[in-house]
């Protein structure tokens, strides 16, 4: 079968050969790979990033990221649930479309904003946190720490579930150390609170805060990629509390943080450090050790760059199963039953961008992707209306795709022309490789 007949198949109901994956991920795992997914690199590194585009009101773009992130979770809750298989959000935009070409760039972009953010964690790595331990070089560090992740996805999908789980938890306890010790320096009486309404001088509020929305939604991101191991989940139904749940523990604990360390410490201060939160932990009667502190931030960093190789990893052997990717992405380690050949092309990927960009760079280039896979996400769930299956599943109103997809637009166009330019030289790589598999699988195709 072609590219072109496995994805008609695909968009038919077609779901492919039986799946070699284990169904090893629990409900609670998969609560906690959400929460784990979201919280990391946004919260522990561009916090400040968005405070120098929209000035002290950082919980405003925040809180906005959230909604957004809403609108977009309830397409993927009812769609998950209702195509309970891997390959997430290009599988959706198949079944919608039956268009081969945009099935397959879909799928680049997906795997491509995992990996922009992979290297943005990468790259995170090795700043201002490790620095309080040792002094290395960031893209040695970067690329170092890209090669130990992927030898622990290969090790298997329940070890990595298990490792993300603790990680999961440390990130929870990094977080709650912040609101507690930031708390207690302001009740003790500093900061400022009027620092947190504040926006950025001679900027209108809106573009301000849409500013401010395009960067903090990095932070957000994550929820999506949990659809990508629908088919290791003991119970694909569990997969709208898993969005949600996970979600609400994240954006709270956000806006908890935000409004802290706006009041707390300085804009300016936390706008031109790579660690914002250090500067948080080391205010008031209840200050810590920085390096405790940067521990934990390095553990977060390192567990959602493990999430971010899994899911990508996950998507491309998806992918290969429908025939939209070459079939050497479905080859799987003997007994360790894990992707090799999608784990080494991703990570290669990743070195890639980890070379060719900077933290900001990265950051943006991850976001615009997203946006423009969850605009034709939230468009698929309402064209997949007309397709009924013979099972239950979750139904989201139809207003919120409707918004999701408007929003999801609009935020896209808050990014700067530098930032699309990035993201089309890298899509034009997807094109040429979509070329050269039609080009192999017409080739194998046609008789001698």
């Given at each position: 079968m072609?590219?072109t ?39 522990y ?9 929209m ?12 909604v ?10 009812e ?5 309970p ?8 935009v ?41 002094d ?7 690329l ?7 030898l ?17 938890l ?18 003790d009486?500093?900061?400022?609170a ?17 500013a ?9 991101i994550?929820f999506?990629?949990?659809?990508n ?35 707390a ?35 977060a960093?390192?567990?959602g ?5 899994v ?80 099972h ?6 139809v ?34 490789l979509?070329?050269l ?12």
């Amino acid at each position: 079968m072609d590219a072109t007949a496995a994805a008609v198949g695909a968009a038919d109901g077609d779901s492919g050969p039986p799946s070699e994956l284990k169904r090893v991920i629990s409900n609670n795992a998969l609560l906690l790979l959400v929460v784990g997914d979201v919280l990391g690199a946004g919260i522990y590194t561009l916090v400040g990033i968005v405070g120098g585009r929209m000035g002290g009101a950082i919980w405003m773009a925040f809180l906005a990221a959230l909604v957004l992130a809403a609108f977009t979770a309830a397409a993927y809750a009812e769609l998950v649930t209702k195509y309970p298989q891997a390959a997430g959000a290009a599988l959706y935009v198949n079944k919608a479309f039956g268009i081969p070409f945009l099935t397959f760039m879909v799928t680049f972009a997906v795997m491509a904003s995992g990996l922009a953010s992979a290297g943005t964690l990468a790259r995170s790595f090795g700043g201002d946190y490790l620095s309080v331990f040792v002094d290395v070089p960031t893209v040695s560090v970067a690329l170092g720490f890209l090669v130990i992740v992927a030898l622990i996805n290969s090790r298997g999908i329940g070890e990595s579930v298990k490792l993300n789980v603790g990680l999961t938890l440390i990130e929870l306890s990094g977080l709650l150390l912040v609101i507690i010790i930031g708390g207690a320096y302001i009740l003790d009486g500093g900061g400022d609170a009027g620092r947190a309404l504040e926006i950025k001088d001679g900027e209108p509020a809106l573009g301000a805060i849409m500013a401010g929305t395009g960067l903090a939604f990095y932070a957000l991101i994550g929820f999506e990629d949990s659809v990508n191991v629908a088919e290791e989940a003991k119970e694909p139904r569990a997969f709208p509390r898993a969005l949600f749940g996970g979600l609400i523990i994240a954006g709270t604990l956000y806006l908890l943080v935000t409004i802290i360390a706006s009041i707390a410490v300085p804009t300016k201060t936390l706008a031109g450090s790579s660690g914002p939160l250090q500067e948080v932990v080391q205010l008031g009667p209840l200050s810590v050790n920085p390096k405790i502190f940067s521990a934990i931030a390095l553990f977060a960093l390192a567990n959602g760059a493990l999430i971010n190789m899994v899911m990508a990893s996950r998507l491309l052997y998806g992918m290969g199963r429908q025939g939209i990717l070459p079939h050497a992405f479905t080859r799987v380690l003997p007994g360790r039953r894990t992707p090799w050949v999608a784990i080494v092309f991703t990570t290669l990927l990743a070195i890639v961008l980890v070379l060719t960009g900077d933290l900001g760079d990265l950051a943006d280039m991850t976001v615009l992707l997203l946006l423009l896979v969850f605009s034709l996400v939230n468009v698929s769930v309402l064209v997949l209306r007309r397709d009924p299956v013979d099972h239950d599943h979750f139904v989201t109103p139809v207003v919120l795709p409707a918004i999701g997809a408007v929003v999801s637009i609009a935020v896209m166009f808050s990014k700067e022309g530098e930032t699309f330019v990035r993201a089309g030289v890298l899509l034009l790589g997807g094109v040429a490789l979509y070329v050269l598999n039609w080009l192999f699988m017409r080739a194998r195709s046609t008789p001698a």
